[in-house]
């Protein structure tokens, strides 16, 4: 088309507004990151997960120590297991050696860091010198490896089973690691968790509630923090119970964090339950005397 010095003059005002909103639209800055939460919106997400399932089918007892060492499961649903896995040992294991001889089940002991091999009467635990973590790898001349080559190993692949684990934060990583089809192999996992700060924490809990009912939870005394709020403290016992087994009653109220059969973890400190108040600053991570695991980088 050929255009007149008329019409030319005509669309030049166009010209330049184009040229104007082409100019502005090349300054303006690129679509900000997502802010990450914060921690005290990490640790409040996290205490709305951590809200116990009233299961109609649920026996709950101790098993191993009275205080510290000891982990509730659902006695009644534990028929039919075929094999037991206990991570972190320090100097004993009163849970496995409980679990093996009222079962007659073999317990697979795993911990790389303590010389200590717990003796248990009945059926003998077998004893890794080996960690449990995210990957196969050599740290500090110490073996780690994933729960899915260490079930696979001790040839229970295709059984049914029990685990404890309690591995001073290496609980996270080697988890988020394990496939839900493993998972869902295993009928009760009762377990102690340190931290609540980090997005992997949430993101953990949620997985497993995907496969299990959360069925208890207690907060470990030794761990008691003002600045956990609106948790009462970092470390907590948790039980999960696979969904294929636990049945559960939502008209009936959950259990309350602390009563029976929950015990203090030490029993001459103060307690620090969610219906309770912090009444005296207790050790961090990083100053509690217990013991295993190497401390990750950050935790709380």
């Known amino acids: 088309m050929i255009r007149t010095r008329s019409s030319a003059r005509a669309l030049a005002p166009c010209a330049v507004l184009s040229l104007v909103a ?10 900000a990151s997502p802010v990450p939460p914060e921690p005290r919106q990490i640790r409040q997400a996290l205490l709305d997960e951590l809200r116990p399932v009233t299961l109609k089918n649920c026996t709950l007892k101790r098993f191993g120590s009275a205080n510290d060492g000891g982990y509730l499961m659902c006695e009644n649903l534990i028929a ?13 294991d009163n849970w496995g050696c409980e679990v093996s001889r009222e079962f007659a089940v073999r317990v697979h002991q795993y911990d790389c860091f303590t010389p200590h091999r717990p003796r248990c009467d009945g059926a003998p635990p077998v004893f890794h010198n080996e960690c449990i973590g995210a990957e196969t790898e050599s740290v500090d001349s110490r073996p780690f490896d994933t729960l899915t080559n260490q079930i696979a190993k ?5 059984k049914r089973l029990i685990v404890k684990m309690d591995v001073e934060g ?6 988020l690691a394990t496939p839900d089809a493993v998972l869902s192999r295993i009928d009760q996992m009762p377990m102690e968790l340190h931290g609540v700060n980090e997005p992997r924490f949430l993101e953990l809990v949620r997985k ?6 959360l069925v208890s939870l207690h907060f470990n005394n030794h761990a008691c923090a003002a600045d956990a709020d609106p948790l009462p403290a970092w470390a907590y016992q948790v039980l999960f119970v696979n969904k294929r087994l636990g049945v559960p009653e939502p008209s009936l109220p959950a259990r309350v964090p602390g009563s029976a059969p929950d015990a203090p973890d030490d029993p001459a400190a103060p307690d620090c339950q969610l219906q309770t108040s912090v009444t005296r600053r207790q050790p961090l991570l990083t100053e509690r005397p217990r013991k295993r695991y190497p401390k990750p980088k950050l935790l709380y």
Not at 80 to 92: K, N, Q, R, T, V
Not at 170 to 175: P, Q
């Open 22 to 31: 082409l100019a502005s639209s090349a300054c303006q800055s690129p679509p």
């Open 80 to 92: 039919g297991f075929e094999s037991a896995y206990s991570y972190g040992i320090d100097i004993e």
């Open 154 to 158: 001790n040839g229970d692949g295709g």
């Open 170 to 175: 290496a609980e996270w990583d080697s988890l």
């Open 208 to 213: 497993l509630k995907r496969t299990f009912y």
